[in-house]
């Protein structure tokens, strides 16, 4: 059947429409990220740990058990003559809420704390239950939210309307796969959202900006004009294979998110602990309470929100490796044959695998389970962009020239 062209001609304009309501979203969440909801404070003096001496930075690691009591046990100059610190971050798993609020109000207000050792340690500890930031602060967040939720309908509409155009299902290559695990990432974030009573919100800058990146790349590199399906594709294992494959990839992709935020906390929590301890020299963030990494919940937070994220994709990868090996066996004549693709495929399949195993016998938290994850999205870039741009197989069907 022929292409509409009027339907793609709507998909590219709701593909634009798309990308400049994602990149509002992206600003309204740094916004509401940088000015005040997550551990902003509001009229605290700083916090100044006694430290021994500048030279002393390169402190040992800490394990998350030893940093809240290292901190708790430190003395803190000016704010402990004040009595004048407000903090604490709240932080759960995913189902149970994760929030990383940070109560705003200066002396004598609900978030105000007589010791700032325990300042510290319940940013540390996550043991607080203040209100997340100014009001005018979360209004932006949700306006945030109501430009994810728009730009969502207009990227379904995009696809929605290039399937149509062409006549059949719209991840026929790099283009669309690319276009759909971005949708599906953000699909993902928004049913956190959902779930946590948008106590997650705070992942929404780190979530949509890859996501505005990504895109960009699509519309741009990777972008073919609507068409139908290679030969070879024409088949209704194209349905089950490759959209258990593009669910996958996104959750996976919001999982390597997740293991970088989780690799720069836990360093930072270590940094905060050797200063509380007195063997290191604080930094301006630490002595303002502010900077990025003190308004991201704890390390321990984001390994295991990392940890829920890989646990609710890699079944969906296990099938669609199945998935395609059965297609292979009905296009081919065999279930598996190493080509690049499934090669690759298996690669990242194994190493989600053993991050998965080693965590759930081994107990493997922290920094070995977070490059373990790390690992297994880079075999995943991998299987989607080398062995589709750069070495041939039989699954050389990206579409571009």
Request: glycine share 12%; proline share 4%; net charge positive.
């Amino acid at each position: 059947m022929p292409v509409n062209s009027g339907l793609a001609a709507l998909s590219d304009h709701f593909l634009g429409a798309t990308m400049v309501v994602y990149a509002l979203a992206m600003l309204g969440y740094a916004a509401e990220f940088a000015f005040g909801r997550f551990g902003r404070t509001s009229g605290a003096p700083a916090v100044e740990p006694v430290m021994s001496s500048p030279s002393s930075a390169g402190a040992a690691r800490l394990t998350a058990s030893e940093r809240v009591p290292a901190m708790a046990g430190a003395g803190l100059g000016a704010a402990e003559r004040s009595g004048e610190v407000d903090g604490g971050v709240d932080g759960g798993g995913v189902d149970g809420g994760v929030d990383s609020g940070v109560d705003g109000g200066g002396q004598g207000g609900p978030g105000a704390m007589t010791d700032p050792a325990a300042a510290l340690a319940a940013a540390m500890a996550g043991d607080s239950e203040h209100p997340p930031g100014p009001a005018g602060v979360r209004w932006i967040g949700r306006i945030a939210v109501a430009l994810t939720a728009l730009g969502w309908l207009a990227q379904v509409g995009s696809v929605t309307a290039r399937g149509f155009a062409a006549h059949r299902v719209p991840w026929g290559n790099m283009y669309e796969f690319s276009s759909m695990i971005t949708l599906v990432a953000v699909s993902t974030y928004l049913v956190m959202l959902a779930r946590t009573r948008a106590r997650v919100r705070w992942l929404g800058v780190f979530v949509m900006f890859p996501v505005v990146l990504y895109l960009g790349f699509a519309g741009t590199v990777l972008y073919v004009a609507v068409g139908p399906l290679v030969p070879a594709l024409n088949s209704y294992w194209l349905k089950i294979h490759v959209a258990a494959a593009i669910v996958a990839s996104g959750v996976f992709m919001l999982s390597a998110v997740t293991t970088v935020l989780y690799l720069l906390k836990d360093r930072w929590e270590n940094q905060l602990a050797a200063v509380a301890a007195g063997r290191a020299g604080a930094s301006a963030a630490m002595r303002k309470r502010g900077g990025i990494m003190m308004r991201l919940p704890t390390a321990a937070v984001l390994d295991r929100i990392t940890y829920r994220v890989i646990g609710l994709a890699f079944p969906i990868w296990t099938f669609a490796v199945i998935a395609g090996a059965i297609w292979a066996e009905a296009a081919w004549g065999r279930y598996w044959g190493w080509d690049p693709k499934e090669t690759w495929s298996f690669i990242t399949w194994v190493i989600y695998a053993a991050y998965l195993h080693a965590r759930a016998t081994a107990g493997w938290k922290g920094n070995r389970a977070a490059a373990i994850s790390l690992l297994g999205f880079s075999a995943l870039f991998v299987d989607y962009y080398l062995v589709n741009l750069v070495i041939s197989g039989l699954h050389s069907y990206a579409g571009v020239n």
